[in-house]
């Protein structure tokens, strides 16, 4: 039954991308504001599909900690799920993003009209250059700025290296850092079958100012929280996570 549920997901979800796509490039012309409202209720609609088809709920704590003004998000990366998540509940914001996604039919000429800071991994040194020039002037313009500073999916269970591209983005900008703690991939795993019912959890962490501090600390202290938090969820620490050889990580 587990596996039919994800088949019927996957196909109204294949059914659903293309639409909203088009709705998203027919706004575009208008302004971004008509494709950031149309990315939300599709990923809306896909939180709603996964409720009732997958057996997939979620709960948030910590939304108080959200600032008033722009920040810089820091989250551990586990799956798909969590980049549907953001759109449907965040204001305005943009991901750090490998530039092969936006090559992605529908879904990724999609995710093109929301101004995301698009990086090539394979050149490190500009593209941590373009995440600090292109992530202070998102952020001047009053948006979030995601970042996943392992740089790649790391498994539930796993932990790999936190690149400090977060925390000294925000450092320059002026801005604070908010960390997010979540458990998605144990519930959304790779592949269309790796749907599993259950509740994911997020949790939302304390402000973390930036004013007269390195970004580099703030960035060890984002860190710190979200494992303490996982561990604390899990009631064991996370294992080291090893890339597979030929594989790269976002240079964040």
Request: charged share 20%; with cysteine; glycine share 10%.
């Amino acid at each position: 039954m587990r596996i039919l549920r994800a088949l019927i997901f996957a196909l109204a979800q294949g059914l659903a991308t293309p639409l909203y796509a088009l709705l998203m490039i027919l706004s575009a012309p208008f302004g971004v504001r008509g494709p950031r409202y149309f990315a939300g209720a599709w990923s809306r609609l896909m939180l709603g599909l996964a409720h009732w088809i997958c057996g997939i709920r979620h709960e948030l704590s910590g939304w108080e900690h959200l600032p008033a003004g722009p920040f810089v998000l820091i989250a551990k990366h586990q799956s798909a799920w969590e980049t549907i998540f953001f759109p449907a509940f965040l204001p305005p914001h943009v991901f750090v993003l490998k530039q092969e996604i936006l090559s992605i039919p529908f879904f990724g000429w999609g995710m093109r009209l929301l101004e995301p800071i698009a990086i090539d991994r394979e050149q490190r040194r500009e593209a941590f250059q373009q995440v600090l020039s292109q992530g202070r002037e998102r952020l001047s313009r009053g948006l979030i700025v995601i970042i996943f500073p392992e740089g790649t999916r790391v498994p539930y269970g796993y932990r790999g290296r936190y690149a400090p591209g977060g925390g000294l983005l925000a450092a320059q900008a002026g801005v604070p850092v908010v960390p997010l703690a979540h458990d998605a991939g144990r519930l959304w795993k790779r592949g269309v079958l790796g749907k599993y019912p259950g509740t994911i959890h997020l949790a939302l962490g304390p402000i973390l100012s930036t004013e007269g501090r390195d970004g580099l600390e703030v960035n060890r202290e984002a860190e710190a929280w979200i494992e303490a938090e996982l561990e604390r969820w899990s009631h064991q620490p996370a294992r080291p996570w090893r890339r597979k050889p030929g594989t790269r990580s976002l240079p964040q």
